[in-house]
Every structure is written in C-alpha cells, then in structure tokens.
C-alpha cells in the first residue's frame, strides 16, 4: 500500500444518505477471487440511469467522492472500497461513516474524511455552483477545501489511522512488533475455551 | 468498579494497549466463508504468512453455493472458482472446513452456535456483518473487512479503538403475534439505521430475558442495521440450556467451572452506560418494513407513511427515494400490498424455531396461485432436524420450494434472486435496493408473517387467514 499525503482533483457529489455497501457494490460482483476488477461495478444499478452523477461529463476522472450521512452502511464487504478505488477514487467525504466502511477504507488507503453536517453542505453547495472545482484533501493537515470557493472544511480522523494512510503502512507487520505479548497473552488463555478439532 | 458486559469480555481479550494505537484484541473464534477470505488468503501467500491458529478458525462455504441440485457440479464458473478457493486454500494452511455435502454446513452465524463454539464470553469475528448474531450468548462478536481477516489469521488479533456501550432496555411482554423479528425491527426503528453507530449495544429488559436463544440470536444479528458495532446480551439459564450438552460445550466439572465464569458476566448493577434509549414491546406490532433501508417500517396494522411526516429534509427525501424505488403510494394500507415472492430463510431467521413458527401456519394450507415461496434451513443440521418433525413435507405440500443450506435468497449470489420489480416478504435482514437481485423489492417481516403472507398473497398475519 502506497502512502498518501495529500489528494486534489476533481469531484463528484452524491447528495444521498445512508449509502449502501450493497448499492457501492453489488454481491453479484462479490465472486472475483482478486481485489481489482470491480471499477464497472460500482454503483452499478444507479449508473443505469444516464442522469446518475457518475455518468456525467469528467466524472471518470474524479479522485474524491463527496456524499451524504452513515456512508458505507450495511455489509462488510471490502470490495465496496476496492471498487471505489478501481474507479479511480481516493477519498470519500461524507458528515458520517459506517464503522466497518471506515476501517475497510483506512486499511486498504481510501481516505474517510469525516466532515460536519454544515462543513459538508459548504462543500455540496460550492459543487454544485461549479461541478468541475478542484478539491483538495490534505490527510495531514485534516483538511477539506475547494480553493477556487475559498472554502475549507476541518474533518475528523483518528491519529493512528492518519499516520497508518500517510505512511502506507502494513498493519500485520506493525502487529508482529507485539508477538511476545500475544504469546504472554496465548499461554495465559483459559483451558475452558473451545477449540476447532484439527485435520 | 461497576463494569458492564462489553467492558468485561473487552477486558479480558486486550493484548496490549501501546501508547497512542489502538488495543490489541485477541480472537478466541474467527469464522471464515468463501466470498471474503480468497483476497486475505491470497494475502497471507504473498507474504509468507501462515495461520496463526487453525484450531480457533472454521470454515464454511455459504453465501455463493447452490441451495438447489446439490448433486450436479455448481454451474456459476465464478461461485464455483470462489469454493474451489476456498477448499485449497483451507487445505494449504491447515484450516478445517465443514464444506458443501458435510451436515456441519451451513451459514456461518447458524453453524458457530449450533456446534456450541460460540460462548459466553468470548471474541467472535468473521468477514460477514451479521457476526453481530453470536453476541445473543454474551459474546463479543463483529464484522471485519477482508483485510482484517487477514491479520487475524496471521496473528489472531485485531486492533480496535474500543467503541461506545450502548443499553437497548426492553421493557414489558411482547404481545401475541410479535416475535424477535418484530422487536428488532421496532428497536431499529427508534435507533434510527445509523443510531448506533461506534456502540456495541447491550439488549437488556424483561422482554429481551423471555426470548429464547434463537430469538435472541435474531435480534443480536440485525444490531449492524442500526449501525451498530455489536449486540451483546447478558448469558442466563437459558444461554445455559442451550449450550448445555452441545458438541464442545465445556463438560463435567469444566462446565461446571464455565457456569461460574459465565455468571460473572453481566452488568453490575449501578453501571452506566454512554447511551441508552427504552423499547415498550407492549407498544409493538407484527412489523412489515415499507422502504429500502431495515429502519423504515411500520405495524401491519398500518398505511406506508407519508414522506412529510420525517422531522428533517434529508430524511423526506430519503423516504421519498425508498417509495419511488418500492413503487409504493403513501396512505396504501400493508395488507393491501401483494407479493410476488416469499422467502423463510438467513443467519437472521432460518433456525429451527423460524422454521416451526412458519411451518405451523402454513400446514393444510396452500401457498397463493403466482406466489413463488421458498423455506431455506440454516444449516445442513437444521434442515434434518426440520425433515425429522416432518416440516419439510409440510412446507412442500403447501407449495414450498424446500431446499438446502445456504445464504441463498438473502443477498442473492447463489442466482436466486428476485426479477425486475417482483415484491417479496423477506425473513432476512435487508431491504436494500436491488439486495435480492436488481430491481427486486423486499419486505422484511417475521417468519409467521411471511408464512401467512405467501398463503394470502399479500401482508397478513396468521391469526388473519
């Protein structure tokens, strides 16, 4: 995973709340054994409609996507994220993340920039006045702008998660740092414990 | 101290807790299925990893395999691929696998209790959202991305920022008609589908201890549709009595030392929790969901909701979106809506009391002329015990398809899926847009209701027909 400081381009605005993992990426497309593949499947059932803001002009080159309330709701799915990625997004921003949405994306390097609800319909808003505006991310600063709006919204990322995309860090290896603990922690288990039989 | 369940199984399972990161966790049960673990296997290959600890990790093979024809080879090139994966990849790093064809099988969350290796206590995850379900014996059990998968078969820990603990308290006796699906839809309802999000939710109240374990099983799977990280409920004699005597249910004097250990579990009294909100099951009605998120729902008794009667804009227009998809007019009464399809099945509802509860209304009775209606079992187990009480003939000479274990109809992977704009009653867990195949439309309701509505041909209770 390579590490990211810093993401400006072009957006796309998905004005809705409570966006589906299964609506990012449907289960059909959830049998590809690899994690790339998956950028014609996102949003798949809504790009159906020509109006859908996907299909618009220049949206195949937008790095961030802005979009409403709890995005990322429902499965577990990491694909959801891959498929975003695939399509060529680096950078979701919305006033509230699914829990498991947002640790799928910090693990794989999608950033989950946590805006507040005011923050977010600044940004909506200046989008929409100019749907072509450059946004920018900076992860380290925490920051969202769009500077030809003279806008720029703080947003909410835990500090671990931050240095973990900043730095594009493996989190097995960073785990492994602590093997004499779960070792200490293994021989200290209780015998009650259940066990799956072997072979 | 006062401490509470959560904060009890949480304590027991931190590894470590280094300055500035979040706590390691340590997994006594990690769950595995073939639709997200190729790419963590793959992972673990790649870096020359191994399994940390096959003898705490299971196998099984739900969400993509055939419910239908078990004997033929599996004709989807792509599922097929995604099982054979699976089998080579348990086989490679030494995983146990209870595959298609063994009477282990079956969906993940119905398998891990019925072989008694969920337990009080413990730490439960697997790469599927509905993990939320083993936290019914007190456990603390969550869904994890795929990435996540593969640390914790690398090194059986996860790293957690330790979330909110949330009480659900649910007071009162649930009236005749309403069941565990019913009360978890109601709880969703006035937790709102992202209420819960960052809490690990403890269901507590007179109505929650009345449930029985497949009961509370169902209300526990649906916690991730109010957002949240986990459902928990407190073990008691009837956690005991389930587990009592099941395949690695402690025994003799272990036992014995486990009931000492479970009993300590429960929230002492006089703790606090950061968030609590009251659920009066006397208030609930069977529950039939109107929209396309599991928050959006309404009794039987009533009409599909005007959009204008949400407090906030986004809110409208999200009831607006749901209605336009389900092609739903607000003031239609429930039980005027037909459907096309009925399905009795999932880790939410396709354990053995679902199947009694939906096999006791349809018995002499005959599925609606046009109505499509299958009963999907749990687990390969749940459906011989079902054939061993005679449901399966029930539900067939109703007019039941009757098949085998899987996740099937649920999320649609295994080609069973809903046509273009045909309506279901649905006993899973989402009514997501396109969720049982695109353009399909789903109600989510109970078993008994989605038995009396595949008889009727529209929403209806069984004390109705």
Redesign the interface.
């Known amino acids: 995973m390579t590490g990211v400081q810093q993401i400006s381009g072009p957006a796309v605005a998905l004005d809705r709340r409570d966006v589906d993992t299964d609506q990012i990426i449907p289960a059909s497309w959830l049998k590809l054994v690899g994690r790339t593949g998956f950028a014609s499947g996102l949003f798949s059932a809504w790009r159906a409609d020509p109006e859908f803001v996907l299909n618009r002009a220049g949206a195949d080159q937008a790095k961030i996507l802005l979009a409403g309330a709890n995005f990322g709701c429902g499965s577990s799915r990491e694909h959801a994220v891959w498929a975003l990625q695939d399509f060529g997004f680096q950078a979701v921003v919305a006033p509230s993340f699914a829990d498991i949405f947002r640790t799928n994306s910090i693990s794989a390097g999608l950033v989950p920039a946590q805006v507040s609800e005011d923050g977010s319909a600044r940004l909506f808003a200046a989008l929409a006045a100019d749907p072509g505006a450059e946004v920018v991310v900076d992860v380290a600063a925490r920051t969202v702008g769009i500077p030809a709006a003279g806008i720029r919204e703080s947003f909410d990322l835990a500090d671990f998660a931050q240095w973990r995309l900043i730095e594009g860090l493996d989190d097995i290896a960073l785990t492994l740092r602590h093997e004499a603990s779960i070792e200490t922690f293994e021989a200290s288990r209780s015998p009650l414990l259940p066990a799956v039989p072997q072979g | 101290m006062t401490a509470r369940l959560f904060d009890k199984v949480w304590d027991r399972h931190v590894?470590?807790s280094?300055e500035?990161?979040?706590a390691?966790l340590?997994i006594?049960?990690h769950l595995v299925h073939e639709?997200?673990s190729?790419?963590a296997f793959?992972g673990l290959e790649l870096?020359g990893?191994k399994v940390r600890r096959?003898?705490?990790?299971?196998a099984t093979m739900d969400?993509?395999v055939p419910t239908i024809g078990l004997d033929k080879p599996i004709a989807?090139p792509?599922?097929a691929?995604?099982i054979k994966?699976l089998k080579e990849n348990c086989a490679k790093f030494?995983v146990?696998l209870h595959a298609l064809g063994s009477i282990e099988q079956g969906i993940v969350h119905v398998i891990g209790p019925q072989l008694?290796?969920t337990?009080p206590g413990?730490t439960v995850v697997c790469?599927?959202?509905h993990?939320s379900t083993h936290g019914a014996f007190g456990a603390l059990a969550f869904?994890?991305?795929?990435?996540?998968v593969?640390?914790v078969l690398?090194?059986?820990?996860l790293?957690q920022?330790k979330?909110n603990a949330m009480a659900v308290t649910v007071e009162g006796e649930l009236p005749a008609e309403c069941t565990a699906k019913d009360l978890v839809l109601g709880i969703i309802r006035a937790l709102g589908?992202?209420g819960g999000?960052?809490s690990v939710i403890e269901y507590r109240g007179e109505a929650i201890r009345s449930l029985s374990m497949e009961g509370r099983m169902t209300v526990c799977n649906m916690s991730?549709e109010g957002?949240a990280?986990a459902g928990m409920i407190a073990p008691d004699e009837v956690t005991f009595a389930y587990l009592e005597g099941r395949k690695?249910?402690?025994r003799g004097t272990?036992w014995e030392?486990?009931l000492d250990?479970w009993r300590s579990l429960a929230t002492d009294s006089g703790a606090e929790f950061d968030k609590e909100i009251h659920v009066d099951a006397a208030s609930l009605r069977p529950t039939v969901t109107w929209g396309t998120?599991p928050a959006q729902s309404v009794s039987i008794d009533d009409v599909v909701p005007q959009p204008s009667a949400n407090v906030t804009p986004?809110?409208q227009r999200?009831a607006e979106?749901a209605l336009t998809y389900m092609n739903l007019t607000p003031g239609t009464a429930i039980r005027d809506i037909s459907v096309d399809a009925v399905s009795i099945e999932t880790c939410t509802n396709g354990r053995i009391e679902d199947l009694r509860a939906a096999a006791a209304v349809v018995r002499g009775r005959k599925v609606h002329a046009g109505v499509r209606a299958l009963v999907v079992p749990g687990s390969a187990r749940v459906k011989a015990e079902a054939e061993a009480e005679g449901l399966d003939r029930q539900f067939t000479d109703a007019g039941f398809e009757w098949r085998s274990a899987g996740c099937s109809m649920c999320?649609?992977?295994n080609g069973d899926i809903l046509s273009p704009g045909e309506r279901s009653a649905s006993t899973s867990n989402?009514n997501?847009?396109?969720?049982q195949g695109?353009?399909g439309r789903t109600h989510l309701v109970s078993p008994a209701v989605a038995a009396a509505t595949a008889v009727a041909g529209h929403f209806t209770t069984p004390g109705d027909l």
């Open positions: 590894v470590a280094p500035g990161e979040p390691l340590y006594d049960l639709v997200t190729p790419q793959e870096a990893r096959p003898d705490l990790t299971l969400h993509d989807d792509l599922a691929e995604q994966r030494g146990t008694g290796l337990q413990m790469g599927d959202s993990t869904g994890i991305g795929t990435t996540e593969e640390h690398a090194t059986q820990t790293r920022v979330p589908v992202g999000a960052g991730i957002g990280r690695h249910s402690p272990e030392r486990a250990d998120n986004a809110a999200s979106q999320l649609g992977m989402r997501f847009e396109g969720r695109p353009g």
